[in-house]
């Protein structure tokens, strides 16, 4: 079977798609003004759609993290059943297979298990079966500045750090777009043992 491809459509009105770290979280946009969003950005919003179904997830983020786990450490020693076997040389194809079968996007879109115990950790990996590439809006997009009021304290009014609850801020929204996201399907790596 050959590799499968996809093109996924999302519009965008009056929000943040994928914010850069770097523009201090404005939208991302090229040199011509389209707007952007990475595949890392995809990714962690399938991730957190999966979460949100209560499916079992490895990568969570801090905001969205369901299992109380700091790291990613610390949720694969966690299941000592999947850490012992990763560790050990002769069965990490077995604790590769138990990982895909316990967390849905570690058999999607991959994981490289480099952790503090594991043996020969490039070995040590599952190669994703989705692929998700970076995204383009159709046409270049309008970005919008709003300034926005803190209607309330993060601090406590006492502390150093305390504000009062008119504290000013601003973001930045994408007044409208349409993006277009391009992915594929690999089926040699949904084929492979740890995946069945």
Same mark, same amino acid.
């Given at each position: 079977?050959?590799?499968?491809?996809?093109?996924?459509?999302?519009?965008?009105?009056?929000?943040? /798609?994928?914010?850069?770290?770097?523009?201090?979280?404005?939208?991302?946009?090229?040199?011509?003004?389209?707007?952007?969003? /990475?595949?890392?950005?995809?990714?962690?919003?399938?991730?957190?759609?999966?979460?949100?179904?209560?499916?079992?997830?490895?990568?969570? #983020?801090?905001?969205?993290?369901?299992?109380?786990?700091?790291?990613?450490?610390?949720?694969? /020693?966690?299941?000592?059943?999947?850490?012992?076997?990763?560790?050990?040389?002769?069965?990490?194809?077995?604790?590769?297979?138990?990982?895909?079968?316990?967390?849905?996007?570690?058999?999607?879109?991959?994981?490289?298990?480099?952790? #503090?115990?594991?043996?020969?950790?490039? #070995?040590?990996?599952?190669?994703?079966?989705?692929?998700?590439?970076?995204?383009?809006?159709?046409?270049?997009?309008?970005?919008?500045?709003?300034?926005?009021?803190?209607?309330?304290?993060?601090?406590?009014?006492?502390?150093?750090?305390?504000?009062? #609850?008119?504290?000013?801020?601003?973001?930045?929204?994408?007044?409208?777009?349409?993006?277009?996201?391009?992915?594929?399907?690999?089926?040699?790596?949904?084929?492979?043992?740890?995946?069945?």
């Amino acid at each position: 079977m050959n590799r499968q491809d996809f093109i996924m459509v999302f519009r965008v009105d009056n929000a943040n /798609t994928n914010g850069d770290p770097l523009e201090g979280n404005r939208p991302r946009t090229n040199d011509n003004g389209y707007g952007e969003v /990475t595949g890392e950005c995809i990714r962690r919003k399938i991730r957190n759609r999966f979460i949100h179904m209560g499916l079992p997830v490895f990568v969570q #983020s801090d905001s969205l993290c369901v299992d109380g786990y700091g790291s990613l450490a610390q949720r694969l /020693t966690a299941r000592k059943d999947i850490y012992d076997a990763l560790r050990d040389g002769k069965t990490q194809k077995e604790g590769l297979r138990m990982a895909c079968g316990t967390w849905l996007d570690v058999r999607l879109f991959g994981q490289i298990f480099a952790f #503090s115990g594991v043996r020969a950790a490039a #070995s040590a990996s599952v190669h994703g079966v989705v692929t998700i590439c970076h995204g383009t809006s159709v046409e270049p997009v309008v970005i919008k500045d709003i300034h926005i009021t803190k209607s309330t304290n993060g601090e406590d009014k006492g502390s150093a750090k305390g504000k009062s #609850s008119d504290t000013m801020g601003s973001k930045s929204i994408v007044e409208q777009g349409l993006y277009v996201v391009k992915g594929s399907v690999n089926p040699f790596y949904a084929g492979q043992e740890w995946g069945q």
